[in-house]
């Protein structure tokens, strides 16, 4: 997420302001102290422009 948010320009703390997810939840998330839920992921992913996929074990795509 750290790489995706650098490559955005944004700093955590404009992540946290676009998405509504407090800074210090997305510098634990970065740092791999904590999972984020779906909702979390949905909400960052939309200001980082990147789409969320679900995949297997070897990372191929999961279709519904």
Do not use: K, Y
Request: net charge positive.
């Amino acid at each position: 997420m750290t790489a995706a948010r650098e490559a955005a320009h944004m700093t955590q703390r404009q992540l946290a302001q676009a998405c509504g997810v407090h800074q210090s939840e997305i510098s634990r998330i970065e740092r791999g102290q904590i999972s984020p839920t779906l909702d979390t992921l949905t909400r960052l992913a939309a200001p980082l422009g990147v789409r969320l996929a679900i995949v297997d074990a070897d990372g191929r795509p999961i279709s519904a």
